[in-house]
């Protein structure tokens, strides 16, 4: 199989007190020229942050950011008046397009936040700044589509040629994926230990693929993943 394997441990660091991130892709200070990105996917930072701490506003332009949270709650807040708590099971898109400030806090102030912050470079730049936040807990078992380029199935509207799909599952089953011929796969491991198609990964690691055909991802224990498939 023509893959990619990214283990956890080998992937950026960033540690301030308040916020440790890990990078899957070159990020901020960290740069690896063996992973600026995969296709249009650009960021996979996990991040854990303590209570009542997080990001002041900043800027951001011609970028889709997605919030995916894994334990705890986030709070977001924006300059087109958009204000929300992002809690497990719950994706979040914004689309950053031709300008947008926001700030992502805590919303605790004593339990820590775990999330992962994910980028997608759009299909065109100079969108209007948009935002959509939808609850997906019904990904037990299943291959649930999150995110797709046409909101498909109730997915948050991604504006790039993307399906973003998330799953939860419990011990002793998978799910299976077929990659069509001009495509291809990234699988990023969440929460427990994963086989795919015979490469293990466990927590952090991901796994890009490039080959067409099925993919069969199985838990012997509970796990948690999401699953990019992008233009190749």
């Known amino acids: 199989m023509n893959q990619m394997f990214r283990p956890s441990d080998a992937r950026g660091n960033a540690d301030f007190g308040w916020l440790k991130s890990k990078h899957t892709f070159s990020f901020g200070?960290?740069?690896d020229p063996n992973y600026i990105g995969f296709g249009a996917l650009r960021v996979i930072n996990e991040d854990r942050v303590v209570g009542s701490a997080g990001f002041p506003t900043h800027p951001?332009?011609?970028?889709?950011?997605?919030?995916?949270?894994?334990?705890g709650a986030l709070?977001?807040?924006?300059?087109?008046?958009?204000?929300?708590?992002?809690?497990?099971g719950e994706l979040q898109r914004m689309s950053a397009g031709t300008g947008i400030a926001h700030s992502e806090y805590n919303h605790s102030e004593?339990?820590?936040v775990h999330f992962l912050q994910i980028w997608i470079v759009p299909e065109k730049?100079?969108?209007?700044?948009?935002y959509e936040q939808k609850d997906f807990s019904d990904r037990v078992d299943s291959l649930r589509l999150m995110g797709s380029r046409d909101g498909r199935d109730g997915s948050v509207t991604i504006h790039q040629d993307v399906d973003l799909y998330g799953s939860l599952l419990t011990a002793d089953n998978s799910v299976t994926h077929d990659i069509q011929a001009d495509r291809k796969v990234w699988l990023q491991v969440v929460k427990g230990t994963v086989s795919a198609n015979g490469q293990t990964l466990s927590a952090g690691d991901g796994l890009g693929i490039l080959d067409a055909g099925?993919?069969?991802?199985?838990?012997?224990?509970?796990?948690?993943?999401?699953?990019?498939d992008l233009a190749a």
């Open 75 to 88: 709070e977001h807040k924006d300059s087109i008046g958009t204000g929300s708590v992002i809690r497990p």
């Open 60 to 71: 951001h332009k011609n970028m889709e950011i997605i919030s995916y949270v894994v334990s």
């Open 214 to 228: 099925p993919l069969t991802v199985a838990a012997s224990e509970h796990a948690e993943f999401l699953l990019f």
């Open 29 to 31: 200070e960290y740069f």
């Open 125 to 130: 730049d100079g969108l209007a700044p948009s």
């Open 110 to 112: 004593t339990d820590p």
